[in-house]
């Protein structure tokens, strides 16, 4: 008996076909990397957090090419995001729905 191996398709998790669903997470500031003041929101007891506008997304994320303005200075914890691991992918659904590959 023959049986046939249907391939699955695995649809492939990379940031660029992602709508930055991470950059509207909150992102401590926690080491001097250099981000520009004018992206550093400081909250009352002195936290440092990225500055996130109306839409909720970081201030640093360009809003045409959805690409990191400070990319070489972002924070740690950006830095730290990995790609397709748990977090990301759970981003990925609860902003794009199931779709993960669009
Ligand atoms: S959510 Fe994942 S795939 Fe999307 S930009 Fe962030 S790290 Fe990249
Ligand atoms: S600093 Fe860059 S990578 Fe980090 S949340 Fe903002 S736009 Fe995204």
């Known amino acids: 008996m023959n049986i046939e191996v249907n391939e699955l398709h695995t649809p492939e998790v990379t940031c660029a076909n992602c709508q930055a669903c ?4 909150e992102v401590m ?6 981000v520009p003041e004018r992206h550093i929101h400081v909250d009352r007891y002195g936290s440092e957090t990225m500055l996130r506008l109306d839409d ?3 201030s ?5 090419t959805l690409m ?6 972002r924070p740690w914890v ?3 995001f990995e790609m397709a691991s748990y977090e990301c992918i759970n981003e990925r659904n609860e902003k794009m729905g ?5």
């Open 22 to 25: 991470c950059c509207s997470l």
């Open 29 to 34: 500031i926690i080491s001097d990397t250099g």
């Open 56 to 58: 909720g997304r970081c």
């Open 60 to 64: 640093a994320l360009d809003r045409e």
């Open 68 to 73: 990191c303005t400070i990319y070489e200075n």
């Open 78 to 80: 950006c830095r730290e």
């Open 98 to 102: 199931n779709a993960q590959t669009n």
